[in-house]
């Protein structure tokens, strides 16, 4: 199976700040991957994703990631953090027909004021 | 509205007893999945289905139990095997490639 590893199950950052959340992915063909965000008591929302093609995606909510085959990595980014940031932030790679999806631990994302 | 739906929001089960969540999907998706979040744990994998009357074990199915004569359903049943059942579970669905789609979650409670 496809699997992720996100680096910190904890990060704080000051408002304003640059977001830097880390997900590094190990296969032998590049898959395709995605960046999702929950919030408390709810179900996990579709932030960005690397299918083919460009390999800096946008997301919503002024998020980014670059897909870096040469470091296995698929990084989250933000220039500036918002309070409303602060969630639980998941790397996954894509449901197939042959496989499970796993999923990695999370980091939960904290902004402060 | 395409999407998965997942009911109740909210489930209180006595010690003892068999529950049972319901995930429904209209997004016609092959594939569905159930999931189990505790605090600072992630996501765990309890089964998944990739077609109708096929399923298998994820990483924490003990006391847990499935079925997909639909493609659009996949309820999970808790049994009274299960020794901790109390967590939020979540359902997605997803096919080819794709992301996962989720459902807004259950969370169980036992009283």
């Known amino acids: 199976a496809q699997s992720v590893t996100q680096l910190g199950s904890h990060v704080s950052v000051s408002e304003g700040a640059l977001v830097l959340l880390r997900c590094n992915y190990s296969?032998?063909?590049?898959?395709?991957l995605f960046w999702y965000v929950q919030y408390p008591n709810q179900g996990l929302q579709l932030l960005l994703k690397?299918?083919?093609?460009?390999?800096l995606v946008k997301g919503i909510n002024g998020f980014e990631a670059e897909f870096k085959k040469s470091e296995t990595s698929f990084h989250l980014t933000k220039p500036s953090a918002h309070m409303s940031d602060a969630a639980e932030y998941f790397c996954?790679?894509?449901?197939?027909?042959?496989?499970?999806?796993?999923f990695g631990p999370g980091t939960s994302l904290s902004v402060i004021p | 509205d395409g999407g998965i739906t997942q009911s109740p929001k909210y489930l209180f089960r006595k010690e003892g007893q068999n529950v049972t969540l319901s995930c429904e999907q209209n997004?016609?998706?092959?594939?569905m999945y159930w999931y189990r979040q505790d605090p600072g744990q992630g996501l765990r994998l309890i089964y998944y289905?990739?077609?109708?009357?096929?399923?298998q074990k994820g990483d924490i199915a003990e006391g847990y139990s499935v079925s997909r004569e639909k493609k659009e359903s996949f309820p999970l049943t808790v049994t009274s095997a299960q020794k901790n059942p109390t967590a939020f579970y979540l359902c997605?669905?997803?096919?080819?490639?794709?992301?996962?789609?989720f459902g807004q979650g259950t969370r169980l409670t036992v009283v």
């Open positions: 996954a790679p894509a449901c197939t027909s042959y496989d499970k999806v796993i």
């Open positions: 289905s990739q077609i109708v009357n096929d399923f």
């Open positions: 296969s032998s063909v590049p898959p395709y």
């Open positions: 690397y299918t083919t093609g460009a390999t």
């Open positions: 997004l016609n998706h092959d594939a």
């Open positions: 997605a669905s997803g096919t080819g490639n794709t992301e996962a789609f």
